[in-house]
């Protein structure tokens, strides 16, 4: 199992960024997808979970009405699209699918919100 994150960058208080996750090496199709992010001296936290199909999806509290998961199974991909940026939204942005008991990650994408 293969996830590819891309889509981090700098942006200002405000701005928007989409976060993207390709996968590959498994039936993209069949699993929920997650997006964990994780901030220097911090623990890494859920962010956001899709199910297979997309029917159903969860936020952390904290970026409710702000980001938004999305998934294209037809193109093995995940979303994150983000508005209202914060300063405290800056992190390293990490895609997550666990299959059976054992957990996949990507390389991670950094976002920095910052004037």
């Known amino acids: 199992v293969q996830l ?53 999806r969860n936020y952390v509290d904290s970026v409710k009405g702000r980001f938004t ?7 093995n991909t995940v979303y994150l699209q983000m508005n209202s940026l914060k300063l405290e939204d800056t992190a390293v942005y990490y895609c997550n699918v666990k299959r059976g008991f054992l957990n996949y990650w990507g390389q991670g994408t950094q976002v920095t919100v910052s004037s």
């Open 4 to 56: 590819v994150e891309s889509g981090g960058g700098l942006v200002q208080p405000g701005g928007s960024l989409r976060l993207s996750c390709v996968a590959s090496g498994l039936t993209f199709s069949s699993y929920a997808m997650s997006w964990y992010r994780q901030a220097p001296g911090n623990e890494r936290e859920l962010v956001a979970h899709i199910s297979s199909t997309g029917s159903s």
């Open 69 to 75: 998961i999305s998934r294209d199974n037809a193109k």
